[in-house]
């Protein structure tokens, strides 16, 4: 099975900080069909997941563009430049590429 | 709008059955494949199974192949989640989800214990 392994754990931001989550494959999410089913989730507190980033670099409507995915093969980062309090939660990277399909641990981010 | 409503969670005793469904509408369920998600207390999210938009293609996680069944009824808009032989550890707020996990239920309970 495919194992996510997210950098960091958690993460502390004050407001207007850029950061990034590393999210590492170990093995390659590029499918036979040339798509690399990787996608990163944030999950409010008390809320259900939502998308943030689907096919590794394509923003979800809705989503605020200060959000970007970047990455190939078994490397992935999610870059939020500038974090603002709502994004405050868990962020999650899965891979829909090979089954069955796998979640990263999850990192947390929190205000500084 | 999409909406994904789960429902059957509850309290089951170990050993036992309990069927979920998740109930779509505001979009054309029969064009979509579907997944099982769940989230013990406290912990991360754990894919549990997926279904193709016409149930050709079945996958679950090894935590749970050969105890439970994912199945679906485009004519109705329902999805569904088989579980037997249920254990403590099955215990976790179960979410349906769209195929590229875009529309996410608020989730239903299920409580395995004694």
């Known amino acids: 099975d495919v194992v996510l392994t997210q950098t960091p754990p958690t993460l502390s931001a004050t407001i207007g900080q850029s950061v990034s989550i590393s999210c590492r494959s170990s093995?390659?999410?590029?499918?036979?069909?040339?798509?690399?089913?990787l996608h990163w989730l944030l999950q409010r507190p008390g809320q259900s997941p939502q998308l943030l980033i689907y096919l590794v670099s394509r923003l979800e409507s809705g989503v605020p563009n200060r959000f970007s995915g970047s990455g190939s093969g078994t490397d992935f980062t999610l870059k939020i430049s500038g974090v603002e309090a709502e994004d405050l939660g868990v962020y999650y990277c899965v891979q829909g590429t090979h089954a069955p399909y796998t979640f990263g641990a999850g990192t947390k981010l929190e205000l500084k | 709008e999409v909406q994904l409503v789960e429902s059957g969670g509850g309290l089951v005793q170990p050993g036992r059955s309990l069927k979920l469904s998740c109930l779509a509408s505001g979009f054309t369920f029969s064009n979509y494949g579907m997944n099982w998600i769940r989230q013990a207390p406290g912990k991360g999210l754990e894919w549990v199974a997926s279904i193709s938009s016409s149930s050709s293609y079945i996958y679950y996680a090894d935590t749970v192949k050969g105890r439970f069944t994912i199945s679906r009824d485009n004519a109705k808009n329902t999805l569904y989640l088989q579980m037997t032989s249920l254990r403590s550890e099955d215990t976790a707020l179960y979410y349906c989800?769209?195929?590229?996990?875009?529309?996410w239920g608020q989730g239903v309970m299920v409580t395995v214990s004694s």
């Open positions: 989800a769209r195929k590229y996990f875009d529309y």
């Open positions: 093995q390659s999410l590029l499918h036979s069909n040339g798509n690399t089913y």
